[in-house]
């Protein structure tokens, strides 16, 4: 029985976790109170710098410029955060009232009712409302040309209130007599490169005047919100999405196009702009969103502060009128959005739809595209069109290439049977917790294991007190064994030495002042304090090994800058302090995607967070090996993703002098379901980190080892930790609890001091505070 409840529990669709309303992490606040915090960590509110010189900054809405100004004006609050469900996963876009009822969708009907409060909420909540499709459009053909054999035509459209609304076409039509599939984008001034690939197709190219200033042309969309406001609301993004619908009335009007083969693509801003019109425009039968970053191909879950791209708060601070203003509200709570974009990309399905993007994009998740993607997928399953869902993660730049323009176009063929090459659809994180038991055959029964909290550390394996640091670090070698067996069966080996890889230039380096100077080292470089002659400035310096947070595309290369800085912020703090620091993208991540792309095919019995820790091992190594490191002072520090490792990697390795962890961590065995964003399903089930925790999902009591035993094992060596108050990851009293508990194993050795405890009034993010708090323990330390 105990195995048929086992199968239950780790297949069967995990619904019972899933209805939960709780306290905010710990947290029990009013709609006004989390307004004010959110006002309290924002900072100060000023127009957008995002224009051109000629263009005025751009408004949240006809009547205000800045957030706080709509915010004042309407009264609008933050919803009532503990109502809404948490749930560790992507909204089920085929559940109905998830965290509720959770009422699964099996028919057309239900479909289309879950259809509908799609519409409603990612209308309230992220794009604003929209007008009817006017009935009034005038067409006026201002020229039309040859160009070789092609006929160029350009089109003005007028519609709307007293026809003031107006739209700039343009048509690029290859010869011939009978209907033809269309290829739209927005206009980019003297760039036909995407359309002239598509007419050499048979398309008719199409492009339309809406698009940001940028781009060389006026952007038509710009007067729609005040002709329609206030009734309609929608944001800038969904006015050029609106206004290519409105391009699509004017092709329905011609005779040679083919109507049931109409494609729209954008890139970037209008690869979010291109997804946002298919949802809503059912005639848009393909449609290709190219590196739409955090608003197109990325759930904004995912672009929350530990996977350091595009934020909402960031988008919201520089390109204010792209996102409803509500969205800000979410800022720290993500996790709690009713909708997301693969909702967007449900509304799509059955129509074609490729998500496309370099996974070394900067503003880019691989690892959250393909989250969508899997969910997208269920959708388009249900409706019988699972072959019409493609993914494109491609290397390359920004913008891709012609070569990744040829896909596009094969893809677009397939959908309109036009063409007989399938997309490849490559995934680089195609992990699951049920797939991971298929590689493993592993099966653990989690009643076999007792139930434990987190006040239980000065109790030996006997059962009895411990009372003096002898007797504790006898207990140490069991609380090892039990970090081991959650990170896997190690593989024999030794350091990987010297890793020279092209992939390093492709990804990136973070951009240093001259007094700082570089070397490679393993699979990583090393950063140190450097004289006029580019050699360190003295003997024996400390080390920090830096360890990244969840950046997939780019691992270290940013060095937790914001976005687009690639400043080497952190690197320029640490040796500023007199200590050189050590980098490397962990296994997965920045130039090292591909060699985690089949870990668990190679190592079914093994984790990856056991071969990031593996990975700091090695780094100790080799670090010790160099004459001008001081090997008796090596420390880790990471926010994140890397603060879990550091912690990991120091309760193993006794040579680590100490830790900074920031965000790094919440007590697992309370961690249950609802409690924070994701639970254990964050390394067991989403990231793949430690599979065997999955085991344990519902029964997180029973889990072998918590953070407490972790940092014991570190003990009496110095640790700082890091915990934001309203962390959507983390229960700050849990790890107030933890830390306390941990705090009396440091009482044996007469070091209490040694290990500390900030809590920020902040959300989980490794702000500029943070930073300094950080430098200042490390400055302290560099002292002793």
């Keep these: 029985m105990k195995h048929h409840r086992l199968a239950f529990l780790v297949l069967a669709g995990f619904f019972f976790c899933f209805s939960f309303h709780s306290a905010t992490y710990g947290q029990d606040l009013t709609p006004d109170e989390y307004l004010q915090q959110l006002l309290n960590i924002f900072p100060e509110d000023r127009p957008s710098s995002y224009h051109l010189p000629e263009d005025p900054p751009p408004h949240i809405t006809p009547e205000d410029l800045l957030w706080t100004q709509w915010q004042k004006r309407t009264g609008e609050l933050p919803p009532d955060f503990d109502q809404l469900p948490s749930l560790p996963f992507l909204p089920d876009p085929l559940i109905m009232d998830e965290g509720g009822q959770n009422i699964p969708v099996q028919t057309i009907g239900q479909w289309n009712k879950k259809r509908e409060q799609i519409k409603k909420d990612a209308q309230y909540w992220l794009t604003g409302t929209f007008p009817p499709p006017p009935d009034n459009m005038v067409i006026e053909i201002l020229e039309e040309k040859m160009i070789g054999e092609l006929k160029e035509r350009d089109i003005l459209l007028r519609f709307g209130p007293d026809h003031q609304a107006q739209l700039h076409v343009t048509l690029l039509i290859p010869p011939g007599d009978n209907p033809m599939p269309v290829f739209i984008c927005p206009w980019k001034k003297g760039r036909y490169d995407w359309v002239q690939a598509a007419v050499r197709r048979g398309y008719i190219g199409c492009r339309f005047r809406a698009t940001d200033t940028r781009y060389g042309w006026p952007d038509d969309s710009r007067e729609y919100e005040k002709i329609w406001w206030p009734e309609y609301d929608f944001t800038t993004l969904m006015r050029w999405a609106w206004a290519a619908s409105r391009t699509i009335d004017y092709l329905f009007t011609l005779d040679i196009v083919e109507k049931n083969q109409i494609a729209l693509a954008g890139l970037s801003r209008n690869g979010k702009m291109a997804l946002w019109a298919a949802a809503y425009d059912e005639r848009i039968n393909a449609v290709i969103p190219i590196s739409g970053g955090t608003g197109g191909e990325i759930p904004f879950r995912y672009t929350s502060e530990p996977y350091n791209i595009e934020t909402i708060e960031r988008m919201a601070r520089v390109c204010p009128h792209w996102l409803h203003p509500r969205m800000k509200f979410f800022v720290g709570r993500e996790n709690k959005l009713p909708v997301d974009m693969h909702s967007l990309m449900a509304l799509v399905a059955p129509r074609g739809l490729m998500l496309t993007s370099s996974i070394f994009e900067e503003a880019g998740n691989p690892w959250g595209i393909e989250q969508a993607f899997f969910s997208a997928q269920t959708v388009y399953k249900f409706l019988g069109a699972e072959h019409l869902l493609a993914i494109d993660l491609r290397h390359g730049l920004h913008a891709p290439s012609a070569r990744d323009m040829e896909r596009y176009l094969d893809f677009t063929d397939f959908v309109f049977e036009r063409g007989n090459i399938k997309p490849e659809n490559k995934l680089y994180y195609n992990y699951s917790f049920p797939k991971w038991l298929e590689l493993s055959k592993e099966r653990v029964d989690p009643l076999n294991y007792p139930q434990k909290g987190i006040h239980d550390m000065l109790v030996d394996v006997h059962g009895n007190k411990i009372k003096n640091s002898t007797e504790w670090l006898g207990k140490v070698p069991a609380i090892k064994q039990h970090i081991q067996w959650v990170l896997g069966e190690e593989a024999p080996a030794v350091a990987p030495g010297q890793q020279p890889d092209y992939m390093r230039d492709v990804v990136g380096f973070p951009e240093l002042i001259p007094q700082i100077n570089s070397t490679p080292l393993m699979f990583g470089r090393l950063y140190f304090p450097a004289t006029n002659q580019g050699k360190p400035q003295k003997e024996k ?244």
């Design 541 to 784: 310096i400390p080390v920090v090994i830096y360890l990244h947070e969840y950046d997939y595309a780019n691992g270290y290369a940013k060095g937790s800058s914001e976005i687009f800085a690639k400043s080497g912020d952190i690197i320029t703090r640490i040796t500023e302090a007199g200590y050189a620091v050590y980098l490397f993208d962990q296994i997965g991540f920045g130039s090292r995607i591909e060699e985690g792309q089949n870990f668990y095919e190679r190592f079914p019995h093994w984790s990856k967070l056991g071969r990031m820790v593996a990975d700091v091992r090695w780094a100790v190594d080799a670090l010790s090996e160099l004459e001008w490191v001081d090997s008796s002072r090596i420390f880790t520090a990471g926010y994140a993703l890397g603060g879990t490792v550091g912690l990991f990697s120091a309760a193993l390795d006794q040579r680590i002098a100490g830790v900074i962890s920031v965000s790094g961590f919440t007590p697992m065995r309370v961690n249950t379901p609802g409690k924070t964003a994701e639970g254990i399903y964050s390394y067991s089930h989403l990231h793949g980190l430690m599979p065997r925790l999955g085991f344990f999902a519902g029964e997180e009591s029973r889990i072998p080892v918590d953070f407490h035993e972790i940092i014991g094992c570190i003990a009496p060596r110095p640790v700082f930790l890091i915990a934001p108050v309203w962390d959507q990851y983390a229960s700050l009293p849990d790890i107030q609890n933890c830390v306390d508990e941990t705090k009396t194993v440091y009482k044996l050795f007469g070091d209490e001091e040694k290990l500390s405890l900030t809590t920020p009034n902040d959300y989980n993010r490794f702000s500029d505070e943070m930073k300094k708090q950080m430098i200042e323990w490390l400055t302290h330390n560099n002292k002793r």
